[in-house]
């Protein structure tokens, strides 16, 4: 049973990393990728010699290889849009600006509240959010006892 019970999470531990290589190698350009799907599907369908310490050889090579896939392509469309966040619209004179036209005057000054002497709520708040998100509920581990 308890043989089982390895093969089966060995098997799951196989198949994520498979899925994950080839999610990454869709992502690469088309000039790259029919080479890169046949070399990985040849190097998972090869044989085993020696089960446990060849099967984890090849799954620390894979995984090092997704880490490598990670770094080299290029984002998905949808994560892209996911990080865009939300659109501000600017109107002048009944007319939506766009781009950098929307954020300056026709003398080329930049338009908005904040500057290096007043601090924007929004991003205040966002900072907050983010140490917290990040586990500093508070400072007390750098004021030490007094």
């Given at each position: 049973r308890l043989e089982m019970m390895s093969t089966g999470s060995t098997a799951q531990?196989?198949?994520?990393?498979?899925?994950?290589?080839?999610?990454?190698?869709?992502?690469?350009?088309?000039?790259?990728?029919?080479?890169?799907?046949?070399?990985?599907?040849?190097?998972?369908?090869?044989?085993?010699?020696?089960?446990?310490?060849?099967?984890d050889d090849r799954l620390r090579i894979a995984g090092e290889k997704i880490a490598f896939l990670r770094i080299i392509t290029p984002?998905?469309?949808?994560?892209?849009?996911?990080?865009?966040?939300?659109?501000?619209?600017?109107?002048?004179?009944?007319?939506?600006?766009?781009?950098?036209?929307?954020?300056?005057?026709?003398?080329g000054r930049v338009v908005s509240n904040w500057d290096g002497n007043n601090l924007d709520p929004c991003s205040v708040k966002r900072h907050n959010h983010q140490l917290r998100r990040a586990g500093f509920a508070n400072n007390l581990h750098a004021k030490g006892i007094f």
């Open positions: 531990r196989v198949v994520h990393t498979y899925r994950a290589m080839t999610r990454l190698v869709s992502r690469l350009p088309s000039s790259k990728q029919s080479y890169a799907l046949a070399e990985m599907r040849t190097k998972f369908r090869e044989p085993l010699e020696d089960q446990e310490d060849e099967l984002k998905s469309r949808s994560e892209q849009e996911q990080q865009k966040g939300g659109e501000r619209f600017v109107y002048r004179n009944g007319e939506r600006l766009e781009g950098d036209a929307a954020t300056t005057i026709q003398n």
